[in-house]
């Protein structure tokens, strides 16, 4: 039985050669071209900032205040660190950078460009490839956007989270709603139709009208996308602190679900296109990084606390190479991952071969929030070549919620409908298990075939 009110949104971000010296032209236009590159040569590249000017109240991500950033070491080693990774990983082609955080918008423009001209200088990119960056709206940063601009940025994300002064100064933020609404301006100004922006509800004490008067006023200012995140409890946070002690009390699910709703029909209304769970847009504008990230595509993750999937060169066919993406996270604390980069080119600190089930199940995970799905093509890829109906088509639960009109399967694709995002997170078990299942299957055929080879 699906639940209409199990928790709906969940965070993703997305998220973030050398031996690729690429010298002959014709070559360079070949990778610029995605339908001649291999996916193996092809990745997106996140780079995490990881200091922020004040610790707010709800957020867990890798983060560090401090006043004395070293900005001369941050670039040489993100440089560093960058190079070490595209070269081992064999890519040829970077489809889009982004720079997140903590608040890169607090890097030197010179540290942005160092690394943007070090991945163009390395690997192939387009002129106009996606280069994106989070900035949080205060002064001090968004008079530095056109410095950015000229670094290279081309794509800003805004944390505005809110527009309402007492929901900023209750999240911990040090902005104001002023701030978020002249930040807005000067970024549209330098990156028209490549803005987005980023609002939190389901805060302490919110109420439907509250979230309603948000979603109205950022659809009067706001340029082409739109993120829209449920605020979650996370552990070592004050917010979680507070919680714990009684001293706060957030939305129950049932208004977050009707919150959620408020907003599926606002965007509608105002032209807004929902292309992932928790983010919107219109004219087409998405976030090419993120979309590629949820969509299975490789990625390579530079700086303190920064995740990868991708595979290392070597593998001897198309299927093995499948087998050996491998997920990686690099070390969190600035100054120990500091030391790494300058011992051994880069800050691993952990990496794990993802199985071909480990990488299917990741993709349904992320790929089932979008509204296009999952592309049988990169099923296949990534399966060693079982398509979508081979592997779910005789899934009876599934067959079941098809009926229902929550999911979509064809010959080209698996998705979620409309109706289904909304029970998103009861979906995906069943999804889960129909894999599993199909895989057990597999192996006990498997069993089977190789006990009569001894008979
Ligand atoms: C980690 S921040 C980095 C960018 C920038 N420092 C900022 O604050 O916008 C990226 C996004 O994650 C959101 N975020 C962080 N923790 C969250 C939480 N517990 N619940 C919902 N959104 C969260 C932030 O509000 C922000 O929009
Ligand atoms: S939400 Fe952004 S600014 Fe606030 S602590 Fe987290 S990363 Fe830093």
Sequence with gaps: MLSKRRGILHLLYGVRSLSANITNKNKVEELMDSKHVPQDKEATLYIHWPYCQKRCHYCNFNKYISQNVDHEKMKKYLVRETKTLLSMSGVERVKSIFFGGGTPSLAEPGTISAIVDCIRDTVAMAPDAEVSMEANPTSAEWF?????KTAGINRLSLGVQSFKDSFLTLLGRNHSSLD?????EAAKTLFPGKVSLDLIFGIPNQTLTDWKEDLEGVLKVCDNHISLYQLT???????FKWHQAGDVSLPDADETADMYQI?????????????????????????????SYWTGGQYIGVGPGAHGRFALPGGNNRESF???????????????????VEKFGHATCKRVKLS?????KELIMTGLRTDRGIANRTWMQLSGGKSLIDIFGNCQTLNTLGERGLLELTCNSFRVTDKGLIVLDSIIPDVLNGLDSFYARKSSILYVLDNNTHL
Excluded: K
């Design 263 to 291: 907003a599926l029909d606002t965007m509608a209304e105002a032209g807004f296109r929902r292309y992932e769970v928790s983010n919107f847009v219109r004219d087409d504008s998405v976030s090419i990084h993120n979309l």
């Design 356 to 360: 071909q089930l480990d990488s299917l």
């Design 233 to 239: 409890l996370e552990r070592g946070t004050n917010l």
């Design 144 to 148: 530095r956007l056109s410095e950015f």
């Design 180 to 184: 978020a609404l002249r930040a807005l």
């Design 322 to 340: 499948y087998g050996q993406r491998e997920a990686r996270v690099q070390t969190l604390e600035p100054n120990s991952w500091m030391c790494e």
